[in-house]
C-alpha cells in the first residue's frame, strides 16, 4: 500500500512539474494549460498546484519574468 500512495504521489508531482513551463513560457490562459495537462477540472488542478508549490498557478504565472 506505501509503495502505491508513493507512486500516485510521484505521478502527481511530474503532472503538475509539467505545467509549471506553460505557465512560465506562454501566455495561454490556465484553462487552456490545464485541459492540455489534466486532468480536465480546474478547481482540482489549482488545489494539488498549490499544495505541491505553494503557490496558485495564477500567483505563480504572475511571478514569471516577461515572456
Known sequence: MQAK??????LQTK???RA???LL???NYLSEIEHKIGP???SY???IFKKLTEKTP???KKE???V
Open 5 to 10: 500512495i508513493r507512486f500516485t504521489n510521484d
Open 15 to 17: 503532472h503538475f512539474e
Open 20 to 22: 509549471q513551463i506553460p
Open 25 to 27: 513560457t506562454t501566455n
Open 40 to 42: 480536465d477540472n480546474l
Open 45 to 47: 488542478f489549482s488545489r
Open 58 to 60: 495564477g500567483n505563480f
Open 64 to 66: 514569471r519574468p516577461n
